[in-house]
């Protein structure tokens, strides 16, 4: 017998409108009903008519994402936010279309699929840009978006890490253990959060009366090997620097390379920091200090607002500023004396 919506009525003793919309996770039924419904509907093995719900509602119960290419195996950050988005959607009964494209036009072209081509509800969209065609695109048109970040025209809904209250506590965590000579490798200028995260770099530095040297700021490109090169460089200066923050942990695990490859200790000649706390961060050799954004809780959250926009709910708070949590970890040890 096919079990339907007024079979699961007739046991729950509800009208069929009530167990669709208990089905369906709307607000206006009560959470012990829907919970009962569930229930009827496992045990009953009820499998919803999803081409018709689809035809009726004009919705694909879709959610999309599109993550950078050279990113996508090497960046722990994106595999985190990733698992986060992919859980909260299943929760909320969407699924996740993923795809994986180079920066650029190819990337705009895929969120460009998958709004004309109807094949999403909502986007999640994450390292916003300064000035990002993405989410010009998505505003043009009316598409439900929720972004990690935010560029400098910020009238959407978002989450971001408050990057330069975190840089200016990283920097007095390293005043504290004697550095003075402090150095950072940036992300690349066309990311939102590096002017931000460098701003939080140089106020760190006036509040530890320390003028900023252009010889210890470079840029970096996010990988391991733009973090060992940029390190390389600096630690080769006739005055290296003695701490060096990288944007990202990815690219702080290439400064500890570089530092380990000049014959030298991470955390004793050098100190390292990075930025994000990705799983690998408290397992390298020694510990990595870093900044802890909450990434797979970014994920989840993102999904919980874009659901709320999808269900035609107005956001309580629409842009959300999280402060990162400094991990002090044996990467960051005291100046020398000798130094």
Same mark, same amino acid.
């Given at each position: 017998m096919?079990?339907t /919506? ?9 009208? +069929?409108?009530? $167990? ?14 829907? !919970?009962?419904? *569930?229930?009827?509907a496992?045990r ?12 009726? %509602? ?29 859980? !909260? ?10 795809? +994986?494209q ?11 699929r998958?709004?004309?081509? %109807? ?6 969209l994450?390292r ?5 065609? =993405? ?15 935010? %560029?400098e025209?910020?009238?959407?809904p ?11 506590r990283?920097? !007095? ?13 940036? %992300? ?7 002017t ?6 140089? #106020?760190?530095l006036d509040?530890?009366? +320390? ?12 990988t391991?090997?733009?973090? =060992? ?5 600096m ?5 290296p ?6 944007c ?7 400064? *500890? #390379?570089a ?12 100190? $390292? ?5 990705v ?6 050799i020694p ?5 802890? !954004? ?6 989840c959250?993102?999904?919980?607002m874009?659901?709320?926009l999808? =269900?035609?709910?107005? /956001? ?10 400094? *991990?002090? =970890?044996?990467s ?8």
């Amino acid at each position: 017998m096919k079990i339907t /919506l007024k079979t699961i009525a007739d046991e729950a003793g509800l009208s +069929v409108t009530t $167990v669709s919309r208990a089905l369906a996770g709307y607000d206006d039924v009560n959470e012990a009903t829907r !919970q009962r419904v *569930m229930e009827i509907a496992e045990r009953l093995g009820y499998q919803p008519n999803l081409t018709a719900r689809h035809l009726r %509602s004009k919705q694909t119960s879709t959610i999309g994402m599109v993550i950078p290419r050279t990113a996508y195996f090497a960046d722990s950050f994106f595999m985190e936010l990733l698992a986060g988005v992919g859980r !909260q959607a299943s929760a909320h009964g969407y699924d996740l279309l993923l795809s +994986v494209q180079p920066p650029g036009d190819e990337e705009l072209a895929a969120y460009r699929r998958m709004v004309a081509g %109807s094949r999403v509800d909502g986007i999640v969209l994450a390292r916003v840009l300064r000035h990002d065609p =993405r989410i010009a695109y998505l505003q043009q048109a009316n598409h439900p978006f929720v972004s990690f970040g935010r %560029s400098e025209t910020s009238d959407y809904p978002y989450i971001d890490v408050d990057g330069a209250r975190g840089m200016r506590r990283l920097v !007095q965590h390293l005043a504290e253990n004697g550095h003075r000579r402090i150095a950072i490798i940036l %992300s690349p200028w066309e990311l939102a959060f590096t002017t931000t995260r460098y701003e939080g770099y140089l #106020e760190g530095l006036d509040a530890i009366g +320390v003028q900023p040297d252009e010889a210890y700021v470079a840029e970096g490109d996010l990988t391991q090997q733009g973090g =060992r090169d940029a390190a390389a460089r600096m630690l080769a200066l006739p005055e290296p620097p003695t701490a060096i923050i990288a944007c990202n942990d990815l690219m702080a695990f290439g400064v *500890m #390379e570089a530092v380990e490859q000049r014959g030298l200790r991470v955390g004793h000649a050098v100190a $390292v920091a990075g930025f994000d706390d990705v799983p690998a961060a408290a397992h390298a050799i020694p510990p990595l200090t870093t900044l802890r !954004q909450p990434i797979y809780a970014i994920g989840c959250q993102m999904v919980d607002m874009l659901v709320r926009l999808l =269900r035609g709910e107005t /956001l309580e708070h629409a842009h959300v500023l999280i402060e990162p949590e400094l *991990m002090v =970890r044996a990467s960051s040890g005291p100046q020398p004396a000798q130094a």
